[in-house]
């Protein structure tokens, strides 16, 4: 079956350290995005990207890097400038306009 | 700029109840609207979505939800609350312009009592 996967599930850093989380999909999704998510806060845009070499920012990139080098992958580096990176990260990826996102199981990070 | 707004961040039923969520916007085009599920540690899931067309819109489990464009709201329903739609529930909106970034408000915690 089609789908996002996201990895690792559950991921710790220490201060100072740069992390990468990875998001991978085999929907030939054109579109893909990332988002972080606070309790109480919904979710917030990271970073997207509507085409391969291609990304722009969102409203909290700050912090934090992509790279786009084929379709299938979006990953995000989380860097030691990220002064709060403890969070719940989502990676969703998009068919078509008006089909909404398809989203991956998400990777929760936690500073130690 | 668009903007959803999710008013009542917990909501409370019992078993069998009506479920309301409620959710207004604001977009300066014809927008998009979508409901998210999400359980927790988990992904989202989407519910339902109103691109075009009939403005009462079913979705998965026994949700629907209605457009009403005159006062921007888009709400979620279900007749009859079960103990499984204990969950998170996120409206979004996205323009219709190229890039389609969706923006969520910030969630509605359904708890369903017994």
């Known amino acids: 079956d089609g789908g996002i996967t996201q990895s690792p599930k559950y991921l710790f850093r220490k201060e100072g350290q740069n992390v990468t989380l990875s998001c991978e999909q085999n929907?030939?999704?054109?579109?893909m995005y990332w988002y972080r998510q606070d309790p109480g806060q919904g979710l917030r845009l990271i970073y997207y990207s509507q085409i391969v070499n291609d990304f722009q920012k969102g409203d909290i990139a700050e912090g934090y890097s992509v790279s786009r080098e084929k379709k299938e992958s979006f990953p995000l580096t989380v860097t030691s400038a990220q002064k709060n990176p403890t969070a719940f990260y989502l990676c969703?990826?998009?068919?078509?306009?008006?089909?909404?996102?398809?989203f991956g199981s998400g990777t929760r990070l936690t500073v130690v | 700029a668009q903007s959803v707004t999710q008013l009542g961040s917990h909501v409370s039923v019992s078993e069998g109840a009506l479920v309301l969520l409620r959710c207004n916007y604001s977009?300066?085009?014809?927008?998009?609207l979508f409901w998210y599920v999400q359980y927790p540690n988990q992904g989202l899931q989407l519910l339902l979505k109103?691109?075009?067309?009939?403005?009462l819109v079913k979705g998965i489990n026994g949700f629907e939800a209605e457009f009403k464009k005159s006062e921007t709201s888009f709400h979620l329903t279900k007749p009859s609350a079960h103990m499984s739609d204990a969950a998170e529930y996120f409206c979004a909106v996205s323009d219709t312009g190229g890039s389609e970034k969706l923006v969520f408000g910030k969630g509605t915690k359904l708890t369903v009592n017994p």
């Open positions: 109103y691109t075009t067309g009939a403005t």
């Open positions: 969703a990826s998009k068919r078509e306009l008006g089909f909404g996102y398809t």
């Open positions: 929907l030939n999704h054109d579109a």
């Open positions: 977009s300066s085009v014809p927008p998009y």
